[in-house]
């Protein structure tokens, strides 16, 4: 079985546990608070991923780090990744853990860069009119791209749109390039 698949049968179980005990919304910022601090600590992620460490080892940092500070599922889980020596994929299975919450609960996170920051009347709009578009409850998440030099780039799962002027642009250079190319 592939890690991605492995990824996403752990995140499921997980997500059927926590809905059992009522604590999904607890276990997912639990999952998310732990990929955060592997993510700000590399040394911490570097020791989960490391083979030779014995799990054994790195099951005492896991207990050091977090046993007092998630719910009592989401330590359950830490030592079952820990015996099965699936450590390395925790932030895998945090992240999967959310997108599944997300399509269980209708939400989808779209991810919009900006050249210029929006000002909150022109956020909630875009989020009013993405939500209409794509029939779901939006979590949009916003960066300021001056790169992008006008207009939005929206990324939603996988998809890529890109309005933005430095898009436009590279688009066109492409296209000249082309015809370049034919013509020679």
């Known amino acids: 079985m592939?890690?991605?698949?492995?990824?996403?049968?752990?995140?499921?179980a997980l997500v059927l546990a926590a809905g059992a005990t009522g604590e999904e919304a607890r276990v997912g910022a639990d999952l998310g608070a732990i990929a955060e601090c592997l993510e700000m600590t590399p040394p911490l992620g570097e020791l989960l991923r490391n083979p030779a460490i014995p799990s054994e080892a790195?099951?005492?940092?896991?207990?050091?780090?977090?046993?007092v500070r998630v719910a009592p599922l989401t330590w359950n889980f830490l030592q079952l990744l820990a015996g099965k020596k699936r450590e390395a994929l925790l932030t895998a299975i945090a992240g999967e853990y959310a997108r599944v919450m997300d399509e269980k609960e209708g939400r989808v996170r779209?991810?919009?860069?900006a050249a210029q920051p929006l000002n909150e009347p022109e956020r909630e709009a875009m989020k009013r009119r993405?939500?209409?578009?794509?029939?779901?409850?939006?979590?949009?998440?916003?960066?300021v791209e001056p790169e992008l030099l006008a207009g939005i780039v929206l990324r939603v799962g996988d998809r890529l749109i890109d309005g933005s002027a430095r898009g436009r642009l590279d688009?066109?250079?492409?296209?000249?390039?082309q015809a370049a190319d034919t013509t020679t």
């Open 2 to 12: 592939s890690s991605p698949e492995v990824v996403r049968r752990y995140a499921k």
């Open 58 to 67: 790195k099951g005492r940092v896991l207990e050091d780090c977090f046993k």
């Open 110 to 113: 779209v991810g919009l860069a």
């Open 130 to 143: 993405l939500s209409e578009a794509l029939k779901k409850n939006v979590q949009l998440e916003t960066t």
């Open 171 to 177: 688009r066109i250079r492409e296209e000249l390039m």
